[in-house]
T-cell receptor, first 111, second 112 residues
Framework: SQELEQSPQSLIVQEGKNLTINCTSSKTLYGLYWYKQKYGEGLIFLMM?????EEKSHEKITAKLDEKKQQSSLHITASQPSHAGIYLC???????????FGKGTRLSVIA | SQTIHQWPATLVQPVGSPLSLECTVEGTSNPNLYWYRQAAGRGLQLLFYSVGIGQISSEVPQNLSASRPQDRQFILSSKKLLLSDSGFYLC???????????FGEGSRLTVL
């Protein structure tokens, strides 16, 4: 079965600093999804990557998928308190199977 | 537009009591439906998914069960709760053939 490893598990950054969260798969990814969760709430979809080398951006968040389609990174530029939360990556192994998720990275942004 | 609702939002139950969590989706037809559980230190764990009425796939054998009595309704149940059933339960849906999930607000279950 597919497994996703996220690093770091938690991150505390000062407001305005950049940060990167990594997600590594044990198998080649069919699709890689990034979600954000505020504590005690549901997950909000951020971005989906499918092609090797693909990169997508939304506001100050950029996600990349490596050429081998086994690793993805999420980069936040000039972090703000609104970026705080749990970031989870989810993998689609074949396009027809339910997403498998990593354990998440808890991000705190301090003033 | 599509919406997903799950309830109750919070539940405190004694060990050995039954459980019923409900989830409904509006604005779409024949969605794939999912129940995930999020427990501290264990990430988001897939419990059940359904591709149609009466079709349930179980990912984790345990004392929980799921049913889909109607196209857009998904129910998570237990006859006797265990302490280990405590957690944050999330219902989600997706369009057939796509991987993107749309999540409900979650239900926090505490078993005492």
């Amino acid at each position: 079965s597919q497994e996703l490893e996220q690093s770091p598990q938690s991150l505390i950054v000062q407001e305005g600093k950049n940060l990167t969260i990594n997600c590594t798969s044990s198998k080649t990814l069919y699709g890689l999804y990034w979600y954000k969760q505020k504590y005690g709430e549901g997950l909000i979809f951020l971005m989906m990557l499918q092609k090797g080398g693909e990169e997508k951006s939304h506001e100050k968040i950029t996600a990349k998928l490596d050429e081998k389609k086994q690793q993805s990174s999420l980069h936040i530029t000039a972090s703000q308190p609104s970026h705080a939360g749990i970031y989870l990556c989810g993998a689609d192994g074949s396009g027809n199977t339910p997403l498998v998720f990593g354990k998440g990275t808890r991000l705190s942004v301090i003033a | 537009s599509q919406t997903i609702h799950q309830w109750p939002a919070t539940l405190v139950q004694p060990v050995g009591s039954p459980l019923s969590l409900e989830c409904t989706v509006e604005g779409t037809s024949n969605p794939n439906l999912y129940w995930y559980r999020q427990a501290a230190g264990r990430g988001l764990q897939l419990l059940f998914y359904s591709v149609g009425i009466g079709q349930i796939s179980s990912e984790v054998p345990q004392n929980l069960s799921a049913s889909r009595p109607q196209d857009r309704q998904f129910i998570l149940s237990s006859k006797k709760l265990l302490l280990s059933d405590s957690g944050f339960y999330l219902c989600a849906w997706s369009r057939t053939g796509t991987g993107e999930l749309f999540f409900g607000e979650g239900s926090r279950l505490t078993v005492l």
